[in-house]
């Protein structure tokens, strides 16, 4: 299947810097790509939807200025949080789909961030 | 997006079939419906979609009713590795269509 990939794995920072969070999809282009975020023993929730070439859809109740996305290319999509605070620490997912009809999301395999 | 039901957990011994139930009455009828799985600490894994008839892969068989309120995940003959978080969610096709994840059947494979 269709590969996405995210990088890094795992990130600490230090509280009030920012990090960057890569998506990308290795084997196809993707005009949207989604991101999530997941607290422990929690389910995954959407934070945005992320367009190629326009402003990202973000969810009610996430903070665009924080959670800054850019969508440069068909492949890749970066996540920034800005300005970390420990309450940020989380596990971020980002998803894509190929563009043909009725086909499945592909995942990649998520960042830890950690702020302390 | 349809909202969908799923029992909280279940256990299932090694080596027999796994069935996860997924209620979504409120479904329509452009609706597919999708299974994925979280294994810990990794991101969501696809396993199978379906809009009306049964499917079946090389993973699971995907049993949907035929008033497509409810449907059924089968894991033929569960191992431990099969133990994960299973996702039944409901969407519109679409490429821009997002995925909404509810809560989810934790599923324990016992030895």
Known sequence: ?116 | DAKTTQPTSMDCAEGRAANLPCNHSTISGNEYVYWYRQIHSQGPQYIIHGLKNNETNEMASLIITEDRKSSTLILPHATLRDTAVYYCIVRVAGVGNQFYFGTGTSLTVIP
């Not at chain 1, 607290?39 to 070439?53: D, I, R, V």
């Not at chain 1, 989380?90 to 990649?108: D, H, K, L, M, V």
Request: charge should be positive.
């Open chain 1, 1 to 116: 299947g269709a590969v996405v990939s995210q990088h890094p794995s795992w990130v600490i920072c230090k509280s009030g810097t920012s990090v960057k969070i890569e998506c990308r999809s290795l084997d196809f282009q993707a005009t949207t790509m989604f991101w999530y975020r997941q607290f422990p023993k929690q389910s995954l929730m959407l934070m945005a939807t992320s367009n190629e070439g326009s402003k990202a859809t973000y969810e009610q109740g996430v903070e665009k200025d924080k959670f800054l996305i850019n969508h440069a290319s068909l492949t890749l999509s970066t996540l920034t949080v800005t300005s970390a605070h420990p309450e940020d620490s989380s596990f971020y997912i980002c998803s894509a789909r190929p563009p043909r009809a009725n086909t499945e999301a592909f995942f990649g395999q998520g960042t830890r961030l950690t702020v302390v």
